[in-house]
């Protein structure tokens, strides 16, 4: 009797600590939430103030590492050409010469013969990252103290680069885009705004916010002595996340890291549902590998997972109905998710409402399922290349992989 008691009250304990984890692991996300979209209203799509007449701006290397091409990548390149900034430097980087990506770059800069280009082909293995790789030669050949590193399918506005360069106040090592995507047609472009917009940039701006090193390497502004400080590029060629290394060793130095007011208009040509599942698959395998956490946390973190526990929890602590709780739930999720899109869309999102709701819908049972089939399986296909990650987010080649 005593025993039955005694384990009874202990199972009672038990769930009473889960049901207690849960409520307020379900209030922090609304504090992250809240986070987000204050901090988003007031740090993006600020006009970009121009520095003072007497202070010249700094030159920029441009590196732009490429590898095959898309059917915007000419377009997105040609908007490197026509930003309104007075001294910089393009620094193009391809694998190999017959890299399809030749021609275009070569067009270009033939159409554009006042702006200043390079064009390094071959890169040098100094790691297992092919993007460092690529970008070394253009990396050891950099005319200017700030490097811009940009990737292959992003796209700027005329401003951009001063909007950025002006973030780049002393004490800030790091100026970055934070991940979203310029307007284009169909279902896996606004399922992408949709992923960029809300899930992803949540946590973006709320770790931004509070100094937490969250940085994505597609579109970063940095100082070239910093790296100089760390070895080099090279320094960070054992990673395949190689963003978030530099971003934590610069932390280290004491530099600050802040996202620019403009976010990554990324533009890729090819735009398509399994594309981007695998995308995001091979981005939760890294994660996982640098920062053991997420594990648990973003799982956790996701609108319907967190709901059913809380829902759970809310009943079990309260004997609040656990089915009008998650209906509650999502509602304010999705509502907060619309805020926030909407401010970093800055306009009309280039679909309906409805397409919203249907995208966040796919998009909240695509992340928990994106999640689980990627842990089971640790190695990384990243463009014609295969790794295997290890504990710590060291990589290895695997295999030469044919891609199709
Ligand atoms: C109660 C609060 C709970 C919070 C729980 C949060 C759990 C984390 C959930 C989600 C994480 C989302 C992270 C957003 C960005 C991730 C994008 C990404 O994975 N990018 C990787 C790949 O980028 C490409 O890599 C190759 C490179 O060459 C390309 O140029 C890149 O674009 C990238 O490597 C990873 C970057 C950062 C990962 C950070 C992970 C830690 C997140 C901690 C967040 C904590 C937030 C707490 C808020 C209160
Ligand atoms: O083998 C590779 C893979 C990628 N990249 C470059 O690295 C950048 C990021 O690649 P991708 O867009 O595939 O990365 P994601 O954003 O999907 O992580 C792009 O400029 C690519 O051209 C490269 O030079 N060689």
Redesign the pocket.
Known sequence: MLLDYLSLSSLTYTLSGFAVFFFVFWFGMWFVHLTAIFYSKYKLHRKVPLLPQEMPYPGVTIL?????TDPNLYSNLETFFTMSYPKYEICF?L?DDVDPAVPLVEKLCKKYPNVDTSVFIGGQVVGVN??IN??EPGYKAAKYELILIS???IRMKEDTLLDMVNHLKPGVGLVHQMPFTWDRKGFAAALEKTYFGTAQARIYLAANFLQIPCH?G?STLTRKSIFDELGGIKTFGCYLAEDLFFARALSELGWKITISGQPAWQN?GYCDVTSFRN?LS??VKLRIAMAPFTLVCEPLSECLILGAFASWAASFLFQIDPAVFYLVHILAWFLLDAILISIIQNGSLPFSKFHLIVCWLFREVLGPWVFFTSIWNPVIK????TYKLRWGGIADEYKQYIDV
């Not at 990243?382 to 290349?385: A, F, G, V």
């Open positions: 732009k590492p490429l590898t095959g980087c694998e092919p993007k690529n970008m990737d292959s399918g994505t597609m890729s995308r091979r981005w990243w463009r014609t290349r």
